[in-house]
């Protein structure tokens, strides 16, 4: 099991910055891909940024060159710094990892976390 929990939310003013942080808990072993998502009212969720273990971190075409993925393997935190920060960037954003053990997909969400850009 891995717990997930979010911090860093807010109210922000557009173009603003903002640094999201979700912290992991629990079972590492198999760690294969970890991630942030949004979903915003009346919308799906859709993934924001993402990172295969051992691989490059891509970005939603939306967001690319104002947010920035990284993580603190020592912590087992992964953030999200948002920089210019637009009104449409207004929603719960919530980090996800996935593990694959012995051929099987877990997939882990955190509770999410508000993020509201408005002047």
């Known amino acids: 099991q891995v717990q997930l929990v979010e911090s860093g939310g807010g109210l922000v003013q557009p173009g603003g910055s903002l640094r999201l942080s979700c912290a992991a808990s629990?079972?590492?072993?198999?760690?294969?891909?970890m991630g942030w998502y949004r979903q915003a009212p009346g919308k799906e969720r859709e993934l924001v940024a993402s990172?295969?273990?051992?691989?490059?971190?891509n970005y939603a075409d939306s967001v690319k060159g104002r947010f920035t993925m990284s993580r603190d393997n020592d912590k087992n935190t992964m953030y999200l710094q948002m920089n210019s920060l637009k009104p449409e960037d207004t929603a719960v954003y919530y980090c996800?990892?996935?593990?694959?053990?012995?051929?099987?997909?877990?997939?882990?969400w955190g509770q999410g976390t508000q993020v509201t850009v408005a002047s």
């Open positions: 996800n990892t996935v593990r694959i053990v012995f051929g099987i997909q877990y997939t882990y």
């Open positions: 629990g079972s590492m072993f198999g760690i294969n891909r």
């Open positions: 990172i295969i273990t051992g691989g490059s971190t």
